[in-house]
């Protein structure tokens, strides 16, 4: 597997000779100063490579072209940032750039409560408090409809949580809930988010499905025309969130995307964390199922909770056979190889590594520390080394 690390650009606290010393040949990043819906013009992907190339690295894959809310909802302009996105696959295609990991979650990207949850070893995590979620989702936000989304004792639960928190607890919350995300160009306020949910008022499962079948219908044709592979990732976490359908959570989610438009320019980010934390899901069997349609892989673990909450545990801890599901992706490599084709190398990268010694208070954006990726880069290397020279 092609060993590549996640970096947010020029600004980004860990620099591309950090992600040389971790042992990554390869870059997964973005145009995140253009990713409000603009196409994404030639010459500003050529400035990008060029900096990646001259660290001696390699441009491997676009993560995020962004999917604009009006895109999802099928509402105002959205027809006109189609046509966007589809220039900026075709200008990503022409700088040589194989992979675009994109997502169509409804207004949230990845979610978390606690954002610095403390671990045995000293570090922090990454955390997803079901309790937290409801205290913020029923008694702060007061969303309509919120309180039959959760069962009558999670609501006492918080709050009786609730009521435990200061002030600075509460904001810390929403921020970590509704204000921070990761190379996005704005932050929700209270008020904002509302008014963002009400565009997904009337928006059931099937109908976001839909919206998703129809984006796919018009962007999958120009990836091909491209050659590039466009590669969803799951919903994280796969499960609902403030009443908003996912649609991407589990084998039925991407067996239903993948019939929507077939294609081998259509295909999926197999992401182990996202997926694994939800509860039905067998990551080996999953692995096994759609080996040939993964063009891209996160390799991160986690723990759940019966309740629904989850940490981000180390790589080889948590809930997913880190190793079994390692084995199966060096067998489909070997399999794509074996027929002769020149893409048979999965591009895949640690994610949501933990904060230790010098990444605490160093920075970095929680989940892409320095020591906690390097760390887990390590340990998966070290899995695939062995895989193959065992099988």
């Not at 169509?104 to 606690?114: A, E, G, N, Q």
Request: glycine share 8%; aromatic share 8%.
């Amino acid at each position: 597997m092609r060993q590549t690390w996640r970096w947010f650009g020029p600004d980004d606290p860990v620099t591309l000779a950090h992600v040389r010393q971790a042992g990554a040949v390869g870059v997964v990043s973005a145009l995140h100063h253009l990713n409000d819906g603009r196409a994404w013009p030639a010459d500003e992907l050529a400035r990008r490579k060029g900096e990646i190339e001259a660290a001696g690295l390699t441009w491997d894959v676009v993560e995020s072209i962004v999917v604009h809310e009006n895109v999802k909802s099928r509402t105002g302009n959205f027809r006109e940032l189609i046509d966007k996105y589809k220039a900026s696959i075709r200008a990503v295609g022409a700088a040589g750039i194989r992979t675009v990991c994109y997502n169509f979650m409804p207004i949230t990207d990845w979610t978390r409560t606690d954002l610095f949850y403390p671990m045995a070893h000293g570090g922090t995590a990454l955390r997803f408090d079901m309790i937290d979620f409801c205290a913020y989702d029923v008694l702060i936000l007061e969303r309509p409809g919120a309180e039959a989304d959760h069962p009558a004792e999670r609501i006492e639960a918080a709050r009786k949580r609730l009521a435990a928190m200061s002030e600075s607890d509460t904001a810390k919350l929403e921020q970590n809930l509704i204000g921070w995300v990761p190379a996005r160009e704005f932050v929700f306020d209270r008020a904002s988010f509302r008014r963002t949910l009400d565009q997904y008022r009337d928006i059931t499962a099937d109908g976001l499905h839909e919206n998703l079948a129809a984006f796919l219908r018009e962007i999958v044709p120009v990836a091909e025309e491209a050659g590039v592979k466009m590669a969803i990732h799951a919903d994280d976490p796969p499960f609902s969130l403030f009443g908003l359908p996912r649609i991407v959570s589990g084998a039925d989610g991407a067996r239903r995307l993948l019939a929507a438009c077939p294609s081998p320019s259509n295909g999926l980010t197999f992401c182990t964390g996202s997926y694994g934390a939800g509860r039905g899901n067998d990551l080996v069997a999953m692995a096994k199922e759609f080996a040939s349609d993964i063009h891209f892989v996160h390799l991160r673990n986690v723990t759940k909770e019966p309740d629904g909450s989850f940490h981000e545990a180390e790589h080889l801890d948590g809930d997913t056979d880190m190793v079994a599901v390692v084995s199966v992706l060096i067998a489909e490599e070997r399999r794509r190889k074996a027929a002769g084709r020149t893409d048979w190398e999965l591009p895949m990268r640690p994610d949501h590594g933990h904060a230790l010694t010098d990444d605490v208070g160093g920075g970095r954006s929680p989940g892409y520390t320095w020591i906690g990726r390097l760390k887990g880069l390590a340990e998966l290397r070290g899995v695939m080394r062995a895989v193959e020279a065992l099988s």
